[in-house]
């Protein structure tokens, strides 16, 4: 197993992990504490601060979507990124 396939399948699990539990919150009354946590939620405006450095177009707009879509889901298509990539690699 590689690496890419390994980090893959912990990425894609994490995410799904935090899937689950945001799924059971909503069936049930009880709050998380990352209800839809993003990377600009975690993080500092410092540390982004490079997004607006972006000129417009194609870049600028997929790191603003990536760090505005909910942790779960870049963690699940990172995992499946990278799972294709071990997969790809590993022949």
Known sequence: ??????FGIISLVSG????????????T???LAFPDLTLQDAMTPDNLAWLDGLSEGFFHT???SVASSPLYLVCIVIGVL?????GILGK
Request: hydrophobic share 70%.
């Open 29 to 31: 009354s009880i709050t």
């Open 62 to 64: 997929v790191a603003v």
């Open 82 to 86: 990278l799972l294709l990539i071990g």
């Open 1 to 6: 197993m590689s690496k890419f396939t390994l």
């Open 16 to 27: 799904l992990f935090m899937l689950v539990f945001k799924a059971i919150s909503s069936l």
